[in-house]
C-alpha cells in the first residue's frame, strides 16, 4: 500500500514562487508551459491562446513566453 502525500499548508505555500508550481511540483507533474495552463486556468486556455503581456508576467519565469528581442545577447567571449 502507498504512502499519501500530505498537503501542503498555506504557510508552506506563502514562500513558494507560485502556488500553482508548488502544487504541480508536489504531484509530480511535468513542469512545462502547457502543464501549468492546464492547471492554472482548469483547462480553459490553450497553449495557443493570446495572454495579456500583464497576466504573463505573473507567470513563473520558465513558464513564460519570451520574444527574441527580449532575450539577453550571448557576451562577446562565447560568440
Do not use: N, W
Not at 492554472?40 to 490553450?46: A, E, I, M, R, S
Amino acid at each position: 500500500m502507498t504512502k499519501r502525500k500530505a498537503v501542503m499548508s498555506a504557510d508552506e505555500l506563502e514562500f513558494q514562487d507560485s502556488p500553482v508550481l508548488a502544487v504541480m511540483k508536489h504531484y509530480g507533474s511535468p513542469l512545462t508551459r502547457d502543464e501549468y495552463l492546464a492547471v492554472c486556468y482548469f483547462g480553459t486556455v490553450g497553449p495557443d491562446d493570446k495572454i495579456p503581456v500583464d497576466v504573463e508576467e505573473t507567470f513563473p519565469g520558465q513558464f513564460r513566453r519570451v520574444t527574441l528581442l527580449e532575450t539577453p545577447a550571448a557576451p562577446d567571449r562565447i560568440q
